[in-house]
């Protein structure tokens, strides 16, 4: 019953340092810029890992044809695209993918046997 307890002191030990690799990580994302696009390229979003919008850019050409409900769905469709992918780069980054390693809660559930 308390043969993790070891593992409980270790994790609180290394408490400071998986923050600071938590705030690092968060940084991190905060720079990654991820593209997503509809139409052709004709709508482009671009998303954080934070997975904030940073930036549409609309093809001058859609505004010009009218097309409203067209124009929405395009950038909604790039808005989603370039989130998604944000949010599987972030996945990626919390476990591991950009060095923010996770052994104290490793330690903690042996055999990757998480809550």
Same mark, same amino acid.
């Given at each position: 019953m308390f043969e993790n307890l070891g593992n409980l002191a270790e994790l609180m030990r290394?408490?400071?340092? @998986? /923050? *600071? %690799?938590? *705030? %690092? #990580?968060? %940084?991190? $994302?905060? #720079? $990654?810029?991820i593209e997503g *696009?509809?139409?052709g390229g004709s709508?482009? #979003?671009?998303a954080n890992g934070r997975l904030e919008l940073i930036s549409v850019r609309i093809d001058p050409k859609l505004v010009s044809d009218g097309d409203v409900e !067209?124009? *929405?769905? $395009?950038?909604t469709s790039a808005v989603n695209q370039a989130i998604e992918k944000a949010r599987q780069? #972030?996945? /990626?980054?919390?476990?591991?993918? !950009?060095?923010?390693?996770?052994?104290? @809660?490793?330690a903690l559930f042996p055999g990757g046997?998480?809550?």
């Open positions: 290394n408490a400071g340092k @998986l /923050r *600071e %690799q938590m *705030e %690092q #990580a968060s %940084q991190r $994302l905060g #720079a $990654l810029r *696009e509809a139409g709508v482009k #979003a671009v !067209l124009l *929405e769905d $395009l950038v780069e #972030a996945a /990626r980054a919390m476990t591991g993918g !950009l060095g923010l390693g996770m052994s104290g @809660l490793d046997g998480r809550p």
